[in-house]
């Protein structure tokens, strides 16, 4: 089974803070995401990598930042953390074959103070 | 902008009902498209992936259609259970890589006893 890890469930921060979100996948997947889900909004993309080192900004990457410097970890930098970036975060992978679903993570819930 | 319409947004059923949730987009271009379940505070599992030469895919009690031409897909459960009570998002996808995906708002079910 493909399993997706984010480092914590639960986190709070402070206004300001230089905030880390890991995500580590075991399925060698190309593929590595980042969303946030908020209430009558849904998921949105935040950035996505395709491989090593590679990414493209999604539909909401303001404020945020990604390093992908291993295939199986992605991590979600918020530089300076914001009130408005409390959310819940989160990871997913994929193969880059159109014919298999991606697979999430159980998400990190961000609290910022 | 591709835009993405479940509805309804919230149904309450007894057990043993069988039922319909409904997903529309408003780009008809895609490539698949994909059910998923989120329980509370939990992240997103894959139910079914339906490719866009195909018309219906099973899982279970699952079936999910997909008429591509108007936009439209269905997921249809069969003999709902309290277990099946969760979120339901479709997302399709517009890349064919699964690179990127579009999550409608989902259905909130809760199937009751």
């Known amino acids: 089974d493909v399993k997706v890890t984010q480092s914590s469930r639960y986190l709070v921060k402070r206004t300001g803070e230089k905030v880390f979100l890991e995500c580590v996948q075991d399925m060698d997947h190309e593929n590595m995401f980042w969303y946030r889900q908020d209430p009558g909004l849904g998921l949105r993309l935040i950035y996505f990598s395709y491989d090593v080192k590679m990414k493209e900004k999604g539909d909401i990457p303001e404020g945020y930042s990604v390093s992908r410097e291993k295939k199986e970890r992605f991590s979600l930098i918020l530089e300076s953390a914001s009130t408005n970036q409390t959310s819940m975060y989160l990871c997913?992978?994929?193969?880059?074959?159109?014919?298999?679903?991606?697979?999430f993570g159980d998400g990190t819930r961000l609290s910022i103070l | 902008k591709q835009e993405v319409t479940q509805i309804p947004a919230a149904l309450s059923v007894p057990e043993g009902e069988n039922l319909v949730l409904n997903c529309s987009f408003t780009d008809s271009a895609i490539y698949n498209l994909q059910w998923f379940r989120q329980d509370p505070g939990k992240g997103l599992t894959s139910l079914l992936l339906i490719q866009s030469s195909q018309r219906e895919q099973t899982s279970g009690r699952l079936n999910a259609s997909l008429d591509k031409s108007s936009g439209r897909s269905t997921l249809y459960i069969a003999a709902s259970q309290p277990g099946d009570s969760a979120t339901y998002l479709c997302?399709?996808?517009?890349?064919?890589?699964?690179?990127?995906?579009?999550f409608g708002t989902g259905t909130r079910l809760q199937v009751t006893l």
């Open positions: 997913a992978s994929s193969t880059t074959s159109g014919y298999q679903p991606q697979h």
């Open positions: 997302a399709p996808d517009y890349t064919g890589t699964a690179s990127k995906l579009t």
